[in-house]
Structure formats: structure tokens, C-alpha cells
């Protein structure tokens, strides 16, 4: 197919090109050959149409999904009537048995109040029990935290009076033989009186210093020891009184239980007799009520469903008015793009010499492919 020759411009689509009188050329006709298909994505408008592109396809997807979902039948939404069910039952009670409605109260208001007096009593003599029981127990981690605490100082004022004797016996000789070297330095020979003075000094110094470090470590260790048996006897205690409130707990909750079983075997009598009058009048008024119910709901749902239609027609509608705009807007922005390839192609078409641009090599299958030429034109 041919998009140009000797006597002006031709693209697919494009109306007949004005005829031309017949030429006798005498030469060879020069044809080339565009990829219109590369040229025009290669056109700087060719994002234009490709985001076109993506958002038809946008909108045929919704389109798609929302008439599929108007396709498919949705459930009928479930009700509950259980509250306003519950609300008529207590509504009927009230108003079936009021007066004896407050001797139940009353009477359960009074067995309330004597398990109450009975479970506090109770648990007042737990507590005393479970204090007398502690107090004794402190007593006792009391005393052998302190035993412990006691040994442990004897043990370390032992090592330390045995590490003192042992290094005292360690650095006798060598001070001795100190201070005997100084009696014997000559007076006159004050310098060498000095330095064995210093060594003297020091060697002292160091001796006191071993044994201080030695009890200071070990008043270090007897601190921790004192620490760590301190903590201990903290979480003996913190122990026992969880164990004790547990125990008292669980016989408090016992006792709890029981007052509990008592009330409800003096008070089950009662309530039978007033659950027989109001289920016999509930059960006539509630299905009454219940219908009601049920046929409002049916109607509110049957306006939701009309109202649901009619909202899934209005968007059907506007998403194919969407399509189409963007269709015909794709078609506008490719009329304008094959436009431009026209011009451009004329122009080099004169530029170049060229007698024919073809679009598919079929008449001459040797054109040469000028589409890269095209491109960089119009990308300027």
C-alpha cells in the first residue's frame, strides 16, 4: 500500500488523493518503505493514546464487575429479632405481675443480704486464721534468715583474721631484714638510708594494702550474702501470702458456691411460678409482635432492593457513557497523530527524492525501511 508518491500524500483511511495526469518517467522509481505501526508509537502523543488505552480497559473492567454482580442474585439480608423480642417479654412481665414482682424482689433482696452478713463472717475468720498462720511462718524465716546471715559473718571473720596471721607471716621476714639493713646503713650514707627507707615503706604498704583488699572483699561477699538472703526472705513471704490468700479464696468462693445453691433452691419455686404466668401471655402477644416485625422489614428491604437497581442502572449507564467518550477521544488523537505522519512524510518525501512510501513491501519487496528516519524527524 502506498502512503506517498511522485504527486502528493496517501495514508490508509484517507480520502483518493486528486488524480494526476500520466507521466512517462524514464528513470527508475525510488520507493521506501514506514512501519506505521512503529512510527506511530514512536509519535510524542502515542502516551496519550496509550493512557486512553489503559483507562477504556479501566472502564470495561468496572463495567464488567458490575454487571456481572447485577447478574447474580444477592441474599435477602437475615434480621434479627431477638432484641425487640427480649424487649416485649420484659414489657409484659412488668406489666402481668408487678406486685408479685416485688415480693420476688424483696424476698431475693433479703436472702441476698443474709448470705452476705454469713460469707463476711466467714471470710473475717479466714483472714484472722490465715494472719496467725503467717505471723508464725515470718517468725520463723525471720529467724533463720538471721542464723544464715550470723554463720556466714563468723565464717568470713574467720577467714580474715587467718588470711591477716598469713600474710603478716609472709612479709615479716622480709621487713625485718629491712630494717635491720637500715640500722646497719651508715648515717653519713643518707641516700642509701633513703632508699631502703622507701623499701621499707612499701613493701609495708603493700602487706596492709593485701589485707585490706581482703576484707573489703569480704565485706563485700557478707553485704551480698546479706542481700540475697534478704530477697530470699521477701519471696518466702511474698510466697506464703499468695499461697494463703489463694487457699482463703478458694474457700471463701466454696462458701460462695454453697450460699449461692441455697438461694436459688429458695427462690426457684418462686420464679417457676412466675415464669408459667408470663410465658402463657408472651407467647399470644410476641407472635402478634413478631409479625409485625417481619412485615416492616420485608418491606424495607423490598425499598432497598428497588433503590439498589436503580442505582446499578445509573452507573452501568455512566460507564459506557465513559467508554464511548474515550473511544471516540482515542479515535480523534489518532486521526490527529496520522495527520502529523503525513506531513512528515510529504516533507521528506520531497526532501529525499522519494517517489513512493509504502507501507507493506509487496510491489517493491527491496524499498528500503526509512521508518527510523521518520521517527527521528518527528521526535524533534
Keep these: 500500500m502506498a502512503l506517498t508518491g511522485c504527486g502528493g500524500l496517501r495514508l490508509p483511511g484517507a480520502g483518493p488523493a486528486h488524480p494526476q495526469p500520466p ?44 454487571t456481572a454482580s447485577a447478574s447474580v442474585a444477592a441474599p435477602p ?36 443480704s443474709a448470705a452476705a452478713r454469713e460469707l463476711a463472717a466467714y471470710a473475717a475468720k479466714i483472714r484472722a486464721d490465715q494472719q496467725a498462720q503467717f505471723d508464725a511462718k515470718r517468725i520463723e524465716f525471720q529467724a533463720a534468715t538471721q542464723k544464715a546471715i550470723d554463720d556466714k559473718a563468723a565464717t568470713l571473720r574467720a577467714d580474715s583474721a587467718q588470711f591477716q596471721q598469713e600474710t603478716l607471716e609472709q612479709y615479716r621476714l622480709p621487713l625485718l631484714n629491712l630494717r635491720l639493713k637500715l640500722d646497719a646503713v651508715s648515717q653519713s650514707d643518707k641516700k642509701e638510708s633513703d632508699r631502703v627507707a622507701q623499701q621499707l615503706q612499701a613493701l609495708t604498704r603493700e602487706r596492709d594494702d593485701k589485707i585490706a583488699a581482703h576484707d573489703k572483699a569480704n565485706q563485700d561477699a557478707l553485704a551480698a550474702f546479706q542481700k540475697q538472703q534478704q530477697e530470699a526472705y521477701v519471696g518466702q513471704l511474698q510466697a506464703l501470702q499468695a499461697d494463703l490468700g489463694k487457699q482463703g479464696q478458694q474457700l471463701v468462693d466454696q462458701k460462695a458456691a454453697e450460699l449461692n445453691e441455697r438461694m436459688h433452691t429458695q427462690l426457684s419455686a418462686k420464679q417457676t411460678e412466675l415464669n408459667a404466668q408470663l410465658n402463657a401471655k408472651m407467647r399470644t402477644d410476641l407472635q402478634a409482635r413478631q409479625q409485625s416485625l417481619v412485615s416492616n422489614a420485608q418491606a424495607q428491604m423490598a425499598a432497598a432492593q428497588s433503590q439498589s437497581r436503580q442505582t446499578l442502572q445509573v452507573r452501568v449507564a455512566s460507564l459506557r457513557a465513559q467508554i464511548s467518550e474515550a473511544q471516540a477521544q482515542r479515535a480523534r488523537l489518532l486521526a490527529a497523530i496520522m495527520a502529523d505522519l503525513r506531513v512528515d512524510v510529504a516533507e521528506l518525501a520531497q526532501q529525499r527524492g522519494w517517489d513512493l512510501v509504502l507501507t507493506r513491501t509487496v510491489a517493491f519487496p527491496d524499498a528500503p525501511d526509512v521508518t527510523a528516519e521518520l521517527i527521528a524527524r518527528i521526535r524533534k
Design 23 to 66: 507521466v512517462v518517467a524514464e528513470r527508475t522509481v525510488r520507493a521506501v518503505v514506514v512501519d506505521l505501526d512503529r512510527a506511530t508509537h514512536a509519535h510524542p502523543r502515542w502516551t496519550e493514546v496509550d493512557a486512553l488505552d489503559k483507562r477504556i480497559q479501566g472502564l470495561i473492567g468496572q463495567l464488567s464487575a458490575v
Design 77 to 112: 439480608p437475615s434480621v434479627d429479632l431477638t432484641p425487640e423480642l427480649r424487649a416485649a417479654a420484659l414489657q409484659e412481665t412488668t406489666q402481668l405481675l408487678p406486685e408479685f414482682r416485688r415480693r420476688m424482689d424483696a424476698e431475693a433482696a433479703d436472702a441476698q
